[in-house]
């Protein structure tokens, strides 16, 4: 563990993205107790340009309410759908991909057959549509983001699987009387742990800018105010009143930078590369 | 090669049906009765003529039977009617696909030459200032929402800068013709095009970057440099043409992004392409349209894989002769 | 009569902070004369091929010359701006490396490679370097040279491709041709036509050859003088014979008396005792590249009809070429891989038509130990519990299979303290004494070593071999080895397989098929094995 932490220090920018991710994460916890009325309540006259008002640093939108507000309840959307939609398509990615490269043959084209077709298909276009289709709500849209993201990760898992599957020390674990279930609990699964942490946390990175995506087109949850939704109640007025647009957009962009930046830092602290050759 | 192309094509067919299937369902799991909300589009909402058009749509016959009506259908190009638009989807989206196919295909264009361009300036200076400013702006590029950048764009460009326009597909009323509309054209296709193609320069500069560093660590790079040979040939000859195999894989895998991603950039541009069909659709909850766009993005998106992957077999001999 | 090409002298390569030493190569100095082939001999990690390197300019990242001097031609190579360096580099210094396989550009037509060499130098025009080209390949004794030249390197062999590096290093004339190990990754008939190769060339263009190598045999089959490099330093040098026969260095001793003999005793173990194991008439052919709507499927006949008998207390080789089926043999027999037909009768069982419980129970009898150190051991877990996670599954309490992993670490050597401890805390050797320990644990009667020591330095090969034999004797282990390598064979088996093309060509007593093989197959096999005549010298010698 310390020795983690000291590999992953060294990347300078995964540690400004913790920094980041950790600001985040304090103003979506305390944004019920610093703003205790709803972000969609009108406070101000429509329009107020930042720092015009002290109460109201980030100004209000079209219908008088405090950007500040919905920057912070945002920051609970991002964070609850991001991390949400990733394990549940880590749910279906890992079986899936565990059970292909496993167990090959024809499980294996199988399942693949299927990955293969949920990577082809436009993922942003199906997730539009199944969004609309079963109504924009917070819950089609965890779904409708997890269905279109497992597939890398049931690829990955497979690779991995495929690769540790053939490793002499499964071999001998076979040979030594152990269960498949037992194996692929404790000999391939725990091995593929380290790809998998680095990918789920691009991952929620994707899935941030998913949701946000799918607000900004009208299809958010209508109850609960998110970055996206602001961008694009903002779109038509773009001219008059940048600032509606501009800092959720910032909001966003600093966090899935962050979650990229703690993703990079993983990898090398997970996957110290090797290479020193022995000659 | 023939061979080749026609089990790719074959491929691509039977991922176009398992499509159509799935928006066949999909179409079914829409909210209210298709035969009700046409016959509220049709502004006649009694119960004589949702019957007669259950009939006369098949609506009162088994599932699979509909679902074979359906696939028909779409043989003979029928992607289903909007009640709306007043007119068939196929025409709908016919009128609007070269619009997107110029603006991703540019998007494509510029992505995959500034991106690659930037990837291998960054791995021959790795660790330099340059390479840390490329990487860094790749890295932001990256994480920056592809509407907001295009929306920024608008107001930096064309309102406050007046640069270039924002808005369109040609300037209305301008009646350019010949070479001035095609300039007229271009001129307003640079800020879709860049914007959509932003995300995807990232991701093939970072991919460029770390392929031609993994190449060069290679053993035929350390026999070239035996050779005697110049660094810039073996930068070009050795390490670049290896390095762009995956590249050109993952462009491949992308392009479904790129076509969904048309939809943020048309709707931000008012680009009259599928992408804008689709959010006009949304807006009006016209399911018909929405899955028609859907089917037909796919449609693009297995060409453009086609079009990679006959790329990787002229670059690649294992896969040309072996 | 001494008439140096090159000379080293004191030369020091620093090593990156962090590495296990502080210097790559510390203090050495030698010279490379003209017409002679000198070998620098050492064990991984000794250093050996940095100095060539250094020669080159072609250091690793981050290691770099920190004193001494490379001169050549009344220059020292070390003061050399990059671009003097291009200029000498593949024009007076020649390089050949070990991995044929990926030595060479897979996307480019080996003419255009070997042209290549012409052109970084400026030389000939386009079609005078083609013309070239095909020369130097007929030169290197390319069957069908003018395929060749349109061929890309996937579509040639190991051996092929080797002769294709040899033939770009000699594009130029050079001066100097360093070739670092570059038999290593090639089969033992393919070494001995590379080896010829490289001593016939050399002769006729009187260069100065570096050639290192890790393996004394090669040494005695083509060097004329040798240098002995352990941790950075040379700890011996001299002629070939001086060094191979009269070693003074204790390091020199020490790994020349590893270096396993080709002497064989006449009598044979266990001949007369019951069989453990019997197989018969074993097949497994496999199809690869085809499946659904693939095309040009091809078909591998991995095993054809083997048959054997293991007696109680036997060591039976099975000896091949890479591609020769012996490994599958072994994986069928415990099926880690599906045998199509043929019986493997064992306990009262036949192995090949178990399945379930009933063969998860038969395994128990049959086990494993495996090539790569690194590899058979999972990273994440404590060697405790690798051990005793076979009898856990058998069964056994986790107390009595934590208690017999700690004696059975102690019987392979290791201390019982290496239980909470993890596979990477320990060496290669010390790895596969682990896997030694895993493979007793469910108390097998018959114990399957899979090229278990070729992954191992000569000297740390000798002390497992001395371990498999130790245990086999005191637990009265049947044992079937795995290898390709004739010299570790003659020194373990009993018995003796051959293997080609996934047939069985010859069978018998050690003794018989090292001084009386019958197959014509055999024989070249034999013939092949580098510096034997120096051995066979020595056995009748001593």
Known sequence: MKDFWKRYSRNRGAVIGLVILA?????????????????????????????????????????????MAGLAYGAQVSLLVGLVSTVAALLIGIPIGALAGYFGGWADDALMRFTEFFQTVPSFALAIVLVAIFQPSIYSIIAAIAIVSWPPVARLVRGEVLSLRSREYVEAAILS????????????????????????????????????????????????????????????VIRQAWWLSFF?????????????????????????????KGK | MLRFILMRLGKAVIILIAILILNFFLIHAAPGDPAAVMAGEAGAADEKFIADLREQFGLDKPLLTQLGIYLGGVLQLDLGFSYRQQMPVADLIFDRLPATLILTLTAFVIALTLGTIAGVLASARVGKWSDTFISTLA???????????????????????????????????????????????????????????????????????????????????????????????????????????????????QAGQLVGGAVLTETVFAWPGIGRLMFEALAQRDYNVLLGVFFVSAAMVLLFNLITDILYRFVDPRIRVG | MSNPVLSIRNLRIALPEGADREF????????????????????????????????????????????????????DLLTLSENQLMD??????????????????????????????????????PKERSARALELLKEVGIPDPEKAMRAYP?????????????????????????????????????????????????????MAVMFITHDFGVVAEIADRVAVMQYGRIVEAGTADEVLDNPSHDYTKKLIAAIPTLATDQAVAGIDKAPVLEVEGLCKTYVTGGGFLGRNPRVVKAVQNVSFTLAEGETLGIVGESGSGKSSVGRCLVRLMEPDEGMVRLGGHDMAKLKGEALREARKSIQMIFQDPYASLNPRSKIGRIIAEGPMAHGVSKGEAYANAERLLELVGLDASAIDRYPHEFSGGQRQRIGIARALALEPRVIIADEAVSALDVSIQAQVLDLLAELKERLNLALIFITHDLRVAAQICDRIAVMQKGEVVELGPAYDIFNNPKSGYTRSLIEAIPGREKDLAAVTVG
């Open chain 1, 177 to 236: 009387g152990q269960k498949s279930g037992t194996i692929i609990m404790r000999q391939v699964l725990p091995n593929t742990i380290s790809p998998i942490i680095v990918l789920a946390s691009l991952m929620v990175a994707t899935a941030i800018l998913l949701e946000s995506s799918l607000s900004f087109l009208g299809l958010g949850d209508p109850n609960m105010m998110s970055w996206g939704y602001m961008i694009g109640a903002a779109r038509t």
């Open chain 3, 88 to 125: 000498l580099r593949g024009r007076r210094i020649a390089m050949i490396f070990q991995e044929p396989m990926s030595a060479l550009n897979p996307l480019m037509r080996i003419e255009d490679q070997i042209a290549e060499v012409f052109e970084a130098h400026n030389l000939l025009s």
């Open chain 1, 23 to 67: 600001i985040v994460v304090v103003v979506a916890i305390l944004a019920p107790l610093v703003f205790p009325q709803s972000p969609w309540r009108m406070v101000q006259r429509p329009f107020l340009p930042p720092l015009s008002m002290d109460q109201y640093p980030l100004g209000t939108d079209a219908l008088g309410r405090d950007v």
């Open chain 1, 248 to 276: 959720p957009g910032v909001a966003i962009l600093l966090t899935v930078l962050a979650l990229n930046l703690i993703g990079e830092g993983l990898n090398d602290a997970l996957n110290p590369r090797l290479a020193r």
């Open chain 3, 24 to 75: 790559a190569v510390d203090d050495v100095s030698y010279d490379l004369n003209k017409g002679e082939i000198l070998c620098i001999v050492g064990e991984s990690g000794s250093g050996k091929s940095m100095s060539a390197n250094a020669m080159m300019g072609l250091l690793p990242d981050l290691v770099r010359p920190v004193g001494g001097e490379i001169m050549f031609d009344g220059i």
């Open chain 2, 139 to 253: 890295l932001l590029f990256y994480a920056t929402p592809l509407y907001w950048a295009a929306l920024m764009a608008v107001l930096v460009f064309s309102v406050y800068l007046n640069w270039l326009p924002g808005f369109g597909y040609e300037t209305v009323g301008a009646n350019h013709e010949g070479f001035a509309r095609l300039l007229d054209i271009a001129k307003h296709l640079i800020l879709p095009a860049t914007t959509l193609g932003l995300f995807f320069m990232a991701v093939y500069m970072r991919m460029t970057r770390a392929s031609m560093l993994e190449v060069s660590q290679l053993d035929f790079v350390k026999t070239a440099r035996a050779k005697g040979l110049k660094p810039g040939i073996i930068q070009r000859r050795h390490i670049f043409r290896n390095a762009m195999l995956p590249v050109v894989t993952l462009a491949g895998l």
């Open chain 3, 154 to 206: 996937f579509q040639l062999s190991g051996g092929q491709r080797q002769r294709v590096m040899i033939a770009m290093a000699l594009a130029l004339e050079p001066e100097i041709l360093i070739a670092d190990e570059p038999t290593t990754a090639l089969d033992v008939t393919t070494q001995a036509q590379i080896l010829e190769l490289i001593r016939e060339l050399q002769k006729k263009h009187g």
